[in-house]
């Protein structure tokens, strides 16, 4: 089993930054692939961030150039550093990472989860 647990959320002025800290109970070499997810109200689920366990990144298009996805590798800690934060990146937003595992006598990705932390931009 693996735990993932946020911090930094919090509430911010628009144009304002914040630091989301992801640590986990693993370490982060054991992950394909590790970040961020968040859900605002009223909408799905979407990908803000990710970084591979070579160390490529993905944003999502309304992050880019904003957002930055970093990891630490001797803390087992995945950051978000969010800038020139706006009212509509307000969600709860989740670590999330990916492992291989074996499933009985199968190996297969297996997703986890962290409980979300709350951002709030104000306007």
């Known amino acids: 089993q693996v735990q993932l647990v946020e911090s930094g959320g919090g509430l911010v002025q628009a144009g304002g930054s914040l630091r989301l800290s992801c640590a986990a109970s693993r370490s982060t070499f054991s992950f394909i692939t590790i970040g961020w997810h968040r859900q605002a109200p009223g909408k799905q689920r979407e990908l803000v961030a990710a970084?591979?366990?070579?160390?490529?990144?993905n944003y999502a298009d309304s992050v880019k150039g904003r957002f930055t996805i970093s990891r630490d590798n001797a803390k087992n800690t995945v950051y978000l550093q969010m800038n020139s934060l706006q009212p509509e990146d307000t969600a709860v937003y989740y670590c999330?990472?990916?492992?291989?595992?074996?499933?009985?006598?199968?190996?297969?990705?297996?997703?986890?989860w962290g409980q979300g932390t709350q951002v709030t931009v104000s306007s």
């Open positions: 999330t990472a990916r492992r291989i595992e074996a499933v009985g006598y199968e190996l297969k990705h297996v997703d986890y």
């Open positions: 970084i591979s366990d070579t160390g490529s990144t």
